[in-house]
């Protein structure tokens, strides 16, 4: 591989996993783990400047977490509330475009009017820190190609135009923490040829130099998408 060919990662997207056992490791309750998986976040959205990130795509809340204790799901999303209250005014400073993926117009009325406050707010941003809330990757390749149909011919080309990432770069690398090895219904489409990591270090102990690590790695890789 030549120098000018080094892998840069425009598009990385995380699970971020492990919050739960972070907290039973010390003895804690899960809200306390999930609060630090929300600071761990914040660390990572104001290191972007300083990587070749474009867009960061965060598993915040899947379709399938709502069978969680419903404490728990209340818990997350009064995390929601408070991360993008009290973090909109810091986004729109640094130039942080918001983007959300998945049904979250199905949540509480209050976070959707804030979601959509806040997507209007940084509209204008130069990086982007893509969300999945209430999202499915089946569910998301399902609408896309419904969408498709009803517009005509059904193809890969016509499908990705109707994915929830259709407007954001291809996605380059995909990181699972806590040691984790799956996707858990997270981004499938879009991991066709993404490179992929998985950590053992739990989520609220993920740094911006794990993250910068993880870049470092991703540029020693040849992707060769099916090639030689």
């Not at 918001?98 to 509209?123: C, F, K, Q, S, Y």
């Not at 993880?214 to 998408?225: I, V, W």
Request: charged fraction near 25%; include cysteine.
């Amino acid at each position: 591989m030549q120098p000018d060919e080094t892998p840069r990662a425009r598009h990385v997207a995380i699970i971020m996993d492990g919050n739960g056992r972070w907290a039973k490791r010390r003895h804690l309750p899960r809200a306390i783990g999930h609060q630090r998986g929300v600071e761990a976040v914040r660390e990572l959205v104001r290191s972007l400047n300083e990587t070749s990130i474009e867009c960061l795509t965060l598993y915040a809340f899947s379709s399938e977490n709502w069978k969680r204790p419903e404490d728990e799901v209340g818990d997350l999303m009064n995390l929601m509330r408070k991360f993008v209250k009290s973090d909109l005014p810091e986004f729109i400073a640094n130039g942080v475009k918001l983007h959300i993926l998945g049904n979250w117009r199905g949540l509480a009325p209050d976070i959707v009017e804030m979601l959509e406050d806040a997507l209007e707010r940084t509209a204008g941003g130069s990086r982007t820190l893509a969300v999945a809330l209430n999202y499915g990757s089946q569910q998301e390749i399902a609408r896309a190609a419904a969408k498709a149909a009803a517009e005509g011919e059904v193809t890969t080309d016509t499908i990705a135009a109707h994915l929830d990432t259709a407007e954001l770069p291809p996605l380059d690398l995909l990181i699972r923490t806590s040691g984790e090895v799956r996707l858990s219904n997270f981004l499938l489409w879009q991991s066709a040829y993404a490179e992929m990591m998985f950590v053992d270090t739990l989520w609220p102990d993920f740094t911006p130099g794990h993250l910068k690590q993880a870049l470092e790695d991703f540029s020693g890789r040849e992707r060769r998408y099916g090639g030689r």
